[in-house]
């Protein structure tokens, strides 16, 4: 499996294109993950137009399984993100046979 571009090189990639400093660029991803986990807590979700939704969802607890014993074990409740990829995104990266 291809390894996807690190941090440093997204962060040149977007200086390049936009004409900014690696500087900016580095402040401007920051910045939208800072907000991200604040509106994602905040609201329950954060959307991100054209790429998709981080979305705060409470899972039940559960019966599960113990797989090196195979022992029963009970799971908590718990509180969990999600990312839903947007549609659009969706269909440019894998489009629907027909």
Do not use: C, W
Request: proline share 3%; no cysteine.
């Amino acid at each position: 499996m291809a390894k996807g571009l690190t941090k440093t090189q997204l962060v040149r990639s977007m200086a390049e294109k936009l004409e900014l400093t690696n500087k900016q660029s580095a402040a401007f991803f920051d910045t939208l993950a800072e907000t991200a986990v604040k509106e994602t807590k905040k609201n329950g979700e954060f959307t991100i137009p054209g790429l998709g939704k981080l979305v705060k969802a409470e899972r039940k607890a559960r019966l599960g399984r113990n797989p090196q014993t195979g022992e029963t074990i009970k799971i908590k409740a718990k509180t969990v993100v999600k990312f839903r990829v947007a549609k659009a995104a969706k269909d440019a990266i894998a489009p629907a046979k027909k």
